[in-house]
């Protein structure tokens, strides 16, 4: 039985309201209301599973994002995701990683992942990992894209919480594409390219007032001033290796 998840979703409802945030959600009936489906989410923030899991909830269902081992591994993390029946993803056995999603798809869950796998910090959308077309393949599902746009300006990664009023969002559930598996790299482009689409619809959408020049939260090409992607790229390369010389040195003491 699902416990937990109920009630964050009513918690996320009440933020939703008292905040008056602006969401605008399109596609949802995309999402089937029963029956394995996977969602491909874009991610800019901290809170796209909240966002990526609005479209099933609409639809009655709750999703089963797909996570870092990193977040189950914590006292406090690993036990609240599984108590929404998240998926543990592990780096390092990829395959095992796998297997268990397709496993929940074929039992009919609603599974989501973010292709990108790290947050994009151009806010555009990165190359694609192209686990998410494999999965879909081998478990005979749908692979449903979504794209949320706004949240980063909530928790990007790098800034503080902002939890300022009458914050828009936009949500665009795009038409479900049934992957055969014999070009995962085809098969991967052609979703990033729908999602580039979806995307570039999202933020076209608010009016040109809500686009101001210059901002931290705006793509370069749309007249902000974020990184691009080969910025960002270099930037995440940079934090990696940082991260590597760390536990090197944690090893070593």
């Known amino acids: ?24 959600m399109s596609g949802t009936e995309h999402i089937p209301t029963s029956g394995g489906a996977l969602i491909a ?7 796209d599973y909240v966002m ?20 189950f591994d914590h006292g406090v993390g690993g036990p609240l995701m599984r108590s929404f029946g998240h998926l543990e ?5 990829g395959a095992a990683s796998m ?8 039992e009919g869950e609603l599974v989501g992942i973010f292709p990108e796998a790290t947050i994009s910090q151009s806010f555009l959308i990165k190359e694609l990992k192209s686990g998410a077309v494999r999965i879909a393949a081998d478990a005979g599902v749908p692979l449903i894209p979504v794209v949320v746009w706004g949240t980063q300006r909530i928790l990007a990664k790098g800034r503080k919480l902002d939890l300022s009023r009458h ?13 055969s598996g014999d070009d995962p790299a085809a098969e991967t482009v052609a979703l990033r390219t729908r999602m580039q ?44 290796r940082r991260r590597a010389q760390a536990r090197a040195a944690k090893r070593r003491t």
Not at 53 to 63: H, I, K
Not at 99 to 106: I, P, S
């Open 41 to 47: 989410v874009n991610h800019v923030s901290y809170v």
């Open 197 to 240: 689409e979806m995307l570039e619809r999202c933020i076209l959408a608010a009016p040109a007032s809500e686009r101001p020049e210059g901002a931290w939260w705006l793509p370069q090409q749309y007249g902000g001033s974020a990184p691009t992607i080969e910025e960002a790229a270099a930037a995440y390369a940079e934090e990696r």
């Open 167 to 179: 914050q828009r969002i936009d949500i665009e559930v795009g038409e479900p594409m049934h992957p």
């Open 89 to 93: 993803v592990d780096r390092e056995s």
């Open 1 to 24: 039985m699902d416990l937990t998840y109920p009630v964050v979703v009513a918690a996320a409802k009440s933020w939703f309201r008292l905040s008056s945030m602006d969401i605008h």
């Open 99 to 106: 297997l268990t999603a397709v496993k929940a798809l074929r």
């Open 52 to 71: 990526g899991g609005l479209p099933g909830v609409e639809r009655g269902r709750y999703t089963r994002f797909m996570a870092k081992k990193e977040i």
